[in-house]
């Protein structure tokens, strides 16, 4: 397709359940984000992938999130053992890793419900 | 280390009339700045970019910003509002080039326009 893709764009799951949520970046764009988005609050960035190299983890908030990168296209970003908190629209953005091109390309994002 | 503040969780106007969305930023080096705009149930969209060339940005949908260094600001603008300008928009700075970005996003600021 023409731009990311993000799927499912709705889930609604139980306390305690894992998730997994799915992003397909524009073609031939090198660089993968994912963020979160918090009723009220702005974009909290969780994962950064680029290219081959090791992925930036730093914003992940526990060892319960974790996200992979196959084949250098497709990333799904996991969360264990749900909690409450956990809820937000989960946001994938993608870009053509040239440095400092500011210019993110965003999916309609994954909104998570736990219960 | 660098941080942006939107002054106005929400902001309203009549059709028409001028649009004002106010952002401040704090960076130790020179940062490059973007305001980005959400509609709702949509991804993120770049709305314009200032990356240290002129100070007057323009952007898509006769939307522009000043980047205005001595009161570090980056205030975005718009003459007459239009309904469709009804959305969430962030200010967003980044770090200066030298490798991967990691964009650092305002809280937001959500607009209405009325008739």
């Known amino acids: 397709g023409a731009g990311v893709s993000q799927s499912p764009s709705n889930k609604v799951t139980e306390k305690g359940k894992d998730v997994e949520l799915r992003c397909d970046p524009i073609?031939?764009?090198?660089?993968l984000y994912w963020y979160r988005q918090s009723l009220g609050q702005g974009l909290e960035f969780l994962i950064y992938?680029?290219?081959?190299?090791?992925?930036?983890k730093s914003g992940l908030p526990s060892d319960r999130f974790s996200a992979e990168r196959t084949g250098g296209s497709v990333s799904t970003l996991t969360i264990q053992r749900t909690q409450q908190e956990d809820s937000a629209v989960y946001l994938c953005a993608s870009s053509s890793g040239q440095t400092n091109t500011g210019e993110l390309f965003f999916g309609e994002g994954s909104r998570l419900t736990v219960l | 280390a660098q941080s942006v503040t939107q002054l106005d969780s929400h902001v309203s106007v009549s059709e028409g009339t001028p649009v004002l969305l106010r952002c401040n930023y704090s960076s130790s080096y020179s940062p490059s700045l973007f305001w980005y705009v959400q509609h709702p149930n949509k991804g993120l969209q770049l709305l314009l970019k200032?990356?240290?060339?002129?100070?007057l940005v323009k952007g898509i949908n006769g939307f522009e910003a000043e980047f205005k260094k001595s009161e570090t600001s980056f205030h975005l603008t718009k003459p007459s509002a239009h309904m469709s300008d009804a959305a969430e928009y962030f200010c967003?700075?980044?770090?200066?080039?030298?490798?991967?970005?990691?964009?650092?996003f305002g809280a937001g600021t959500r607009l209405a326009v009325h008739p």
């Open positions: 992938f680029q290219g081959n190299s090791a992925p930036d």
């Open positions: 967003v700075v980044s770090p200066p080039s030298g490798g991967y970005n990691k964009l650092i």
């Open positions: 200032y990356t240290s060339a002129a100070t």
């Open positions: 073609s031939g764009h090198t660089a």
